[in-house]
């Protein structure tokens, strides 16, 4: 799709930019880590035939510009200069880290987000997988603020994702590796969205206890056992929650556009 860029002014000042595609209730799709709107275009351009389609960069990242001292309520604002531009409620789709975003953002909006869906946010509530250290965000912020962008990726994807070295080392021939070193330092904003809740210890639900929006919590059926007990432990936590797995799924379909990712979100939206 080649659309015409749009922008709003957030808050504090900074310049959030955005596509808008299609007709119909307003989406705005939230990315995950080291992502920008590339990312979510085919996505966007699926949804697009049922929905007015609202796929913008977050803070830091592709056209969008950026603030010193970061914190995650800066992107709650960021989703409110959008909902106030198209002046009306909104759904919320989010993916991995973006995911716990939209829950925020959710959560302070309320009556301005009708409907939440949740693709895989990576909740590390039990023994599935090894927790994230505390000081990842401010070794990442060290890292990247020293001119070692691919340093602080590396280590993301290593101590955040758990991949392992050979896995990273096929990224990095990978064409995609030069657009996540360029957003480097965006990736310890995403670990301070994800601060308390991949800690192996028990969800704190407390912590979006202000959601009103039904809420749809998607994994794949092929991503690693967290993901599943995370999404199950939260849809648990709401009593207008729930959560669905889609056969043959995985944590990349959302950037593939996987069909039923789309007709699950069609569905639910609808």
């Known amino acids: 799709m080649n659309l015409p860029q749009k922008t709003v002014t957030s808050r504090d000042g900074t310049t959030i930019a955005y596509e808008m595609s299609g007709r119909g209730p307003v989406v705005v799709l939230v990315s995950s880590a080291l992502a920008d709107r590339s990312d979510t275009r085919k996505l966007a351009q699926r949804l697009s035939g049922s929905f007015t389609v609202i ?88 890292l990247a603020a020293a001119g070692r962008g691919s340093e602080a990726v590396k280590l993301f994807f290593r101590s955040a994702m758990g991949i392992p070295p050979l896995g990273v080392a096929f990224m990095r021939l990978m064409p ?68 669905r797995v889609l056969p043959r799924q995985h944590h990349g379909s959302v950037a593939m556009a996987s069909q039923p990712i789309v007709d699950a979100l069609v569905d639910f939206w609808k």
């Open 176 to 243: 995609g590796w030069s657009k996540s070193v360029a957003m480097a330092g965006t990736a310890a904003y995403d670990l301070t969205i994800l601060q308390g809740v991949q800690s192996g210890k028990p969800l704190p639900a407390e912590r979006w206890a202000s959601v009103t929006a039904p809420t749809l919590v998607l994994t794949g059926e092929k991503s690693e056992a967290f993901f599943h007990s995370g999404a199950k432990a939260l849809a648990g936590a709401f009593a207008h929650a729930e959560h």
């Open 55 to 142: 796929n913008y960069d977050r803070r830091g990242r592709g056209h969008s510009t950026d603030a010193p001292d970061y914190s995650p309520d800066r992107e709650v604002e960021d989703l409110e200069a959008l909902s106030d531009a198209l002046d009306e409620p909104v759904r919320l789709f989010g993916n991995s880290s973006g995911a716990v975003l939209a829950l925020d953002a959710a959560n302070a909006l309320q009556d301005r987000v009708v409907r939440l869906a949740l693709y895989e946010p990576p909740l590390i509530i039990d023994n599935s997988r090894p927790p994230v250290p505390d000081a990842l965000p401010e070794q990442i912020t060290r």
